[in-house]
């Protein structure tokens, strides 16, 4: 279908952040795929931490946990939701994690000696990094980090100016994304942002193939007529990239503007007609719902919903399959307490605590499990939300008094939640050991760990299996030293490590839809095949809701 050896599309980004690179560059995956190419994709960040771990959710955003326990930019859980690659450490570089790789064969000695130089020394291992990915692909589409102008971007942009020279010109694309703003007091859009946009990227040599310009309405001919004239590009290379209602419009729109075709085209590939109702039937369905159903979200990371961008997604897939539109309140658990948790969360057909660190909020994420659990709401709690039912379970009905997470409160007389020392790792195959002083950026629980399923429980009847397999991220577990007691007062373990060690889901008796997992669902829900567990939880609350009709029949995904 190609050429031998795959091609590169790079996708940089002007004017200003938070344009959209990331669902781009996803959207392109997806339109690509639709035409019977396979692809990955890889995000090259230009900030100097290693990984995105041990960033602060305000920050950065949520941190994407892949198979192979990477920690990755949120933008790889866009690829991987819009696309079937399946990513993982390669798929994201650093500018840390390349300065890493080149001090390392410095001090080996790699260089004989030399003087190590950002050119060609930090260039060359960021284009090794984009040529580790192109093995088994037609097409590898790398999204550039950060904005054209930022210092911190420079040897990235290089790189693959440099790429263009090393892999052919037929090989190589480059997409810039740009802002055309429409101006209301002039009444007009405004299109000399995007001229400069590339002409800064000109500067540094390279000149963009493709431009896709946001704005909030579609070019006209004109428009689009004067961006080519200034950028030196072909009209049908300016591209609307319009603000849509739900993110899973981006390829259909990219394809009415013709962006798959004009890809091809440059690229030189032959391909098949693009088959897109797949993508036609996820929209309507996500404009056109039945019903409305309403889930509290009690978290501490609220103020910047970025911070659960997967969670959110697989909270709307979920309503797919059961007809509804999720609309999310998100609730501070710093503002929960016992005296206001009932009015708080009164209106909440399903409650959810999701993952986290450290003790800020933990009590108010305890009076939302309890009163989800006292009230009979569908209650879902993931990671640290597993924890803290376990922990109000042990309180309130085991009789454990003081009973706590030793991450929490390290004199709890009842450790129930506790840092496992020495455990098994699947991913190293090694014994991994550690203590409340090893680095938290590498004495975690990543990636992927098989788990067995007991039947006749709410984990069993969602998945319809024995064996799954689900992403980790998390340090602290389920302590078994209480397991008897818990399972003795109610609670349910539905799921546990294959050797039965470590426990992975629970459950309660007695009650519609409570369930905890230790894992992170959230990270393989797909639009296209929702995750079973965010199914079965929507369905949960849609039953507690009495299947209440859609008030709108639009929906905006958060």
């Known amino acids: 279908m190609v050429e031998k050896g795959a091609k590169f599309i790079f996708v940089t980004g002007g004017v200003l952040s938070s344009l959209g690179k990331g669902l781009a560059s996803a959207s392109i995956g997806a339109l690509l795929e639709s035409r019977g190419l396979t692809v990955t994709l890889q995000k090259l960040d230009p900030y100097i931490n290693v990984d995105p771990g041990t960033m602060n959710p305000f920050q950065h955003g949520e941190v994407f946990v892949t198979d192979d326990g990477a920690e990755t930019d949120l933008d790889l859980g866009h690829y991987e939701r819009f696309t079937h690659a399946r990513l993982g450490h390669d798929n994201n570089f650093t500018t840390g994690k390349i300065y890493d790789r080149v001090i390392t064969k410095e001090r080996r000695g790699d260089y004989l000696g030399g003087t190590v130089q950002v050119i060609p020394h930090i260039t060359d291992e960021i284009k090794n990094s984009i040529r580790m990915v192109s093995k088994g692909v037609d097409i590898v589409i790398v999204e550039i980090g950060g904005t054209i102008g930022d210092i911190e971007s420079l040897p990235f942009l290089e790189a693959i100016r440099q790429f263009?020279?090393?892999?052919?010109?037929?090989n190589v694309l480059y997409i810039h994304l740009t802002l055309v703003p429409y101006i209301g007091t002039a009444g007009e859009l405004k299109t000399k942002p995007t001229q400069h946009s590339v002409k800064e990227l000109r500067s540094i040599g390279i000149q963009p193939d493709i431009l896709l310009c946001r704005t909030d309405r579609y070019l006209s001919k004109e428009i689009k007529s004067k961006i080519a004239l200034f950028c030196n590009v072909s009209t049908d290379a300016v591209i609307t990239a319009k603000d849509v209602e739900c993110i899973y419009e981006v390829?259909?729109?990219?394809?009415?503007?013709?962006?798959?075709?004009?890809?091809?085209?440059?690229?030189?590939i032959w391909t098949r007609t693009p088959r897109l109702e797949e993508w036609e039937q996820l929209c309507h369905r996500l404009k056109y719902p039945q019903y409305d159903v309403h889930i509290a979200v009690v978290g501490k990371y609220v103020d910047l919903t970025e911070s659960y961008k997967s969670l959110n997604e697989a909270l709307v897939h979920g309503g797919l399959l059961n007809g509804s539109r999720v609309g999310l309140t998100y609730v501070d658990s710093e503002t929960i307490s016992s005296g206001n948790c009932a009015e708080i969360l009164a209106g909440a057909d399903g409650i959810l605590v999701p993952g986290g660190f450290g003790s800020r909020g933990i009590e108010g994420k305890i009076c939302a499990a309890q009163y989800a659990r006292e009230n009979k709401v569908p209650y879902f709690g993931i990671c640290l939300g597993m924890q803290i039912a376990v922990v109000e379970f042990a309180r309130h009905i085991a009789g454990l008094q003081g009973a706590h997470s030793s991450e929490i409160n390290a004199e709890t007389p009842y450790p129930v939640i506790y840092l496992m020392t020495e455990w098994y790792d699947d991913q190293t195959k090694a014994l991994q050991k550690r203590d409340a002083?090893?680095?938290?950026?590498?004495?975690m629980r990543l990636g992927a760990y098989p788990c067995k399923?007991?039947?006749?429980?709410?984990?069993?009847?969602a998945y319809d299996k024995r064996e799954i397999s689900e992403r980790h991220r998390h340090r602290y577990e389920f302590n078994n030293e209480f397991r008897s007691r818990l399972e003795e007062n109610g609670m349910i373990i539905s799921g546990t490590s294959p050797d039965g060690d470590l426990v992975e889901i629970i459950e309660l008796k007695d009650h519609p839809w409570y369930l905890g997992c230790q894992f992170h669902p959230e990270f393989k829900s797909r639009p296209m095949n929702p995750h079973p567990l965010f199914r079965d939880f929507i369905k949960a609350a849609l039953v507690r809701s009495g299947h209440r009709k859609s008030s709108h029949p639009t929906i905006a995904t958060p």
Not at 251 to 268: A, M, Q, R
Not at 437 to 443: L, V
């Open 437 to 443: 002083s090893s680095n938290k950026g590498g004495t």
């Open 453 to 461: 399923l007991v039947e006749n429980t709410l984990a069993y009847a």
């Open 251 to 268: 390829p259909l729109i990219f394809h009415k503007e013709g962006l798959d075709n004009k890809i091809v085209e440059l690229l030189n």
């Open 164 to 170: 263009r020279a090393d892999a052919g010109k037929e």
